[in-house]
């Protein structure tokens, strides 16, 4: 795919989506960190369901290690993999507070090495809460790399190696949440929504299915 036709695709999803976000509900860097631990394998409908209680009860390091893991699997337990992330979330607590004065770090090192933080997550907290032009490939973006010919790649590292060279400057820093919305939305893994995508004569799927027209009558076919 040429330069010209990727700058197109980045101007076509920025009119569509004007306000390309998280669709996590957070007040805090604190409590998107926890959300965004909380969403791997999970839906961000499922975890703003929880986190609406918990943060009312505990939104800070210290209060949500107070709660200890069977105070907070109490609030997360809808989410999957809720033991497995209560255990990291309090040790993550526990290092924020002994660490870093109970503030979120915003270096991909610190981020990294906090329990349950992995690259992923990283990405997604230095874009979204501290501005970095990063690329966090989940399903959805890995899925839209391969499919419209975007980011190529065998694996997650791969795809965003290659967004990181080829996605024009200006819209870098959005580009995540650009691609995460048209991939949730509209370039959906089973029944891509081509008749409704903005970008379809550019995208290199070479399985589109597009509606045809419905013919009036008297019209031919």
Known sequence: MNAEKR?????????????????????STF????????????????????????????????AIFDLG???LESYIKTIGLYHAKAKNIIACCEMLIQQHNGL???????????????????NVMLNTAFGEPTIAVDTHLFRLGNRTKLAIGKNVLQVEQKYLKTIPK???????????????????????????C???DLCEYPHKVIPKPHLMAGEAA
Not at 10 to 25: D, H, M, N, V
Not at 35 to 48: E, H, P, Y
């Open 198 to 200: 903005c970008i379809a």
């Open 7 to 27: 700058l197109e695709i980045f101007k076509r999803l920025s009119r569509a989506i004007p306000q390309p976000t998280t669709e996590l509900e957070y007040n």
């Open 170 to 196: 200006q819209f870098m820093h959005d580009a995540h949440h650009l691609l995460i919305l048209h991939g949730r939305y509209t370039c959906t893994a089973r029944k891509p929504k081509c008749g409704e």
């Open 104 to 122: 979120v770090p915003n270096t991909r090192a610190a981020l990294g090495a906090l329990p349950g933080v992995g690259r992923k997550t990283a």
């Open 31 to 62: 409590e998107l960190l926890i959300a965004v631990i909380l969403s791997a394998q999970a839906t961000d409908k499922g975890v703003n369901i929880a986190t609406r209680k918990l943060f009312k009860v505990a939104n800070t390091p210290q």
């Open 69 to 71: 893991i069977a105070g």
